[in-house]
């Protein structure tokens, strides 16, 4: 299984952003799917979880508020829309599928990771 990030940039503070994760190939084992972060010598960081089948979600209480989890189960690709965006969340962004669907934070519970797409907000 192959997962695609796109959707970083560039972007100045209190600006939106969409991304974007397609999944390729198959997908057994795959109950939920999550975006996590990377900054510079900091630990990844679980940011939301959704559901297979999309219905159910959550948030992380650091971003609650600002970012928003959905999937596109035709399209097979999930998103994280990042609204009112401070310095503060400049990243590596990362998709991952769970092999939980109880929508956990842990980075242990994802089996497979995209390569991450940069986001850079400016102040």
């Known amino acids: 299984v192959q997962l695609v990030e796109s959707g970083g940039g560039l972007v100045q503070t209190g600006g939106t952003l969409r991304l974007s994760c397609e999944m390729r190939g198959r997908t057994v084992g795959t109950y939920s799917m999550g975006w996590f972060r990377q900054a510079p010598g900091k630990e990844r960081e679980f940011l939301a979880a959704?559901?297979?089948?999309?219905?159910?979600?959550k948030i992380a209480d650091s971003v609650k508020g600002r970012f928003t989890i959905s999937r596109d189960v035709g399209k097979d690709t999930t998103y994280l829309q990042m609204n009112s965006l401070k310095p503060g969340d400049t990243a590596v962004y990362l998709c991952?599928?769970?092999?939980?669907?109880?929508?956990?934070?842990?980075?242990?519970?994802?089996?497979?990771w995209g390569q991450g797409t940069q986001v850079t907000v400016s102040s």
């Open positions: 959704v559901s297979w089948g999309g219905l159910t979600s």
């Open positions: 991952a599928a769970g092999r939980s669907s109880l929508l956990e934070e842990s980075v242990v519970e994802y089996h497979h």
